[in-house]
């Protein structure tokens, strides 16, 4: 066997494989003798049939066979000789493969790239104090008591948390928005909907709860809304002003439920002072899973800008078709139309190509940690997999398990996923940790 080895790029090698015509023969003679000892022939006992009639009764079989363990010896015996540490197969050319002739296998592979990790113990990590303050647990309550409000007819201007029901009907430039964006009502004329003042939760129509304070039902104002540069929801009226004439119909105050025995028997507990406990430990939670999930990011972050390498374009192009499927469905949940994903298509990709890329470097980076710490896949570490999934999923973990068994391109997916999360676990468990105050 002569291998030429070929360098296309740093991650991307060209191996030319000959195979001699004494090595393909035998490659030849030892299919044709497997077949020889199970194939089944009139009037002979299984592997008593005459090798040539096998050969002529099985020769699309034979041919296939044949094929497929010459290119697999060609490949393998390439390998061995030039140490590659393949990522990924890009394309192989046979050429011609006959039985005594002699057989040249093109063979294009992505592998590793070298390169030397850095320095990734005590690497610098924030978080926040998790101790919940006395505000942000008033604050909670409040919600808990608003999520149980009653909504009661008001005789007076609306005020701040109010729901008014109002009807509107907007224009750009003097002309209807119905005519601009007729799919769109919502964003045009509504003859009847419901609005809160002034709330953290806007309506359809971004602002316009803000300039409801002071009306009173019956009255009747011209509102100025400037849609935002960017408005996926409805690109046609991205960075325009519109003006929406408002009518109000009716006004509900919202009134809080008292902090009684009825309302800390909803909640689960006894008093005011199990309900602050409550809250207080369920913050308490939130934050140190939020302190947990920003060091997270901010390791890999750090590991992304400390070392620079090539990546593998395979990988690359790979990773990239399954970042803009991701994004293409989060954004068709919010509303975003298929046209505006043809119309900014070409952002898209090399938007998805740059995070499909960095994807795909950090990955490269954990596995080498994981090697290097000796991170491995346990069978509790799939086990816990599955239950998770089939949780998430609403799938019986055994019927999940039997799916998994039969797929082992997934099962490999699974527990390269498995050992990044291991490694990137690891890399906080031993990360430098400081506490801050949060940003305003």
Do not use: C
Request: glycine letters at 6%; hydrophobic letters at 40%; a neutral charge.
């Amino acid at each position: 066997m002569n291998v030429q080895l070929n360098i296309v790029s740093a991650t991307r090698k060209n191996l030319v494989v000959t195979l001699d015509a004494g090595e393909v023969d035998t490659e030849h003679k030892a299919v044709v003798s497997e077949i020889v000892k199970v194939a089944r022939l009139p009037g002979f006992r299984p592997g008593k049939a005459p090798a040539n009639m096998i050969a002529k009764r099985f020769a699309r079989e034979i041919a296939d066979d044949f094929k497929q363990k010459v290119m697999a010896k060609a490949y393998q015996g390439a390998l061995e000789q030039e140490k590659l540490e393949v990522l990924n197969v890009v394309k192989v050319e046979d050429g011609e493969i006959a039985a005594g002739s002699p057989a040249t296998i093109t063979i294009v592979v992505d592998v590793r790239p070298e390169f030397t990790l850095p320095e990734y113990r005590n690497l610098p990590t924030e978080i926040v104090p998790t101790e919940a303050t006395d505000a942000e647990v008033e604050k909670v309550i409040e919600g808990l008591r608003s999520e149980r409000a009653d909504f009661k007819a008001a005789a007076r201007p609306a005020q701040k948390s109010d729901y008014v029901k109002l009807a509107y009907e907007g224009t750009i430039d003097g002309k209807p928005i119905t005519e601009l964006v007729p799919d769109k009502q919502l964003y045009g004329k509504v003859p009847q909907t419901w609005e809160e003042v002034e709330g953290t939760n806007e309506g359809v129509i971004p602002g316009l709860g803000r300039q409801l304070a002071g009306l009173g039902a019956g009255e009747k104002k011209d509102v100025t809304i400037a849609f935002p540069a960017e408005f996926p929801a409805v690109p046609a009226l991205a960075g325009k002003t519109a003006i929406y004439a408002v009518e109000i119909q009716e006004i509900r105050e919202r009134v809080l439920p008292a902090l009684d025995a009825e309302f800390f028997k909803a909640q689960r507990v006894d008093d005011l002072a199990g309900l602050q406990s409550q809250v207080r430990t369920n913050l308490k939670m939130q934050k140190e899973y939020q302190n947990r999930i920003g060091q997270r990011r901010q390791v890999t972050e750090w590991l992304g800008m400390a070392v620079d390498f090539p990546v593998p374009d395979s990988l690359v192009e790979a990773e990239t078709q399954g970042v803009l499927r991701q994004f293409i469905e989060e954004q068709m949940r919010r509303g975003v139309p298929q046209e505006q994903f043809e119309k900014d298509k070409k952002e898209l990709f090399e938007g998805a190509r740059k995070a499909a890329a960095n994807r795909v470097k950090l990955q490269l980076i954990l596995a080498k940690i994981a090697g290097q710490e000796k991170i491995e896949v346990s069978n509790d570490d799939l086990n816990n997999f599955i239950y998770r999934e089939a949780s998430r999923t609403q799938q019986k973990p055994d019927k999940l398990a039997k799916v998994l068994a039969n797929d082992r391109e997934q099962v490999r997916s699974v527990q390269q996923s498995i050992i990044f999360d291991k490694a990137v676990d690891f890399l906080v468990s031993q990360a430098k940790v400081t506490t801050v105050q949060p940003k305003a």
